[in-house]
């Protein structure tokens, strides 16, 4: 089971600025303990970031026929894109949204995502560590009976 974990903009930055909002911890940091989870759990994890919303659509059509599941967090993108949500509905895939923050308790504009009537669930406000509750999510998801 080949997992893709999708980031958006400026989630390059993390660990650098505004961590009473999202936390200490690097991006690259995040990749290796998912990477690292999703071994002992039984899933192959591939991370790819974008600031680009055109090369996050191709990071997703590109996942289609060799990736069993996507974790995206689309970051502001989320709140705005239309094409991505068009894509994530194209490519038949499940699709978990994931937010470091709880996005319902910060600016109104942050209470829409255009992707989350395609995806499959939401997993939000719990820091990185989220990343590793959308894995279980995921291969729960995946093995169901
Ligand atoms: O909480 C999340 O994970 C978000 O997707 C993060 C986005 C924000 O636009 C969404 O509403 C919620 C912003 C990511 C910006 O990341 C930064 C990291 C460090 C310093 C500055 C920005």
Redesign the pocket.
Known sequence: MQILILN????????????E??GSTTLADIAAACVEYGTQIGLTVQCAQSNAEGALIDHLHDARGKMSGVII????Y??TSVALRDAISAISLPVIE??????HA?EAF?HVSMIAPVCLGII??FGAA?YMLALDAMKAHLTRV
Not at 73 to 76: L, P, Q, T
Not at 98 to 103: G, R
């Open positions: 958006g903009p400026n989630l390059n930055l993390l660990g650098t600025r505004e961590p909002i999202y967090n689309a970051g502001a989320t709140h994931l937010h470091l923050s709880n996005t910060r942050r939000q406000g989220g």
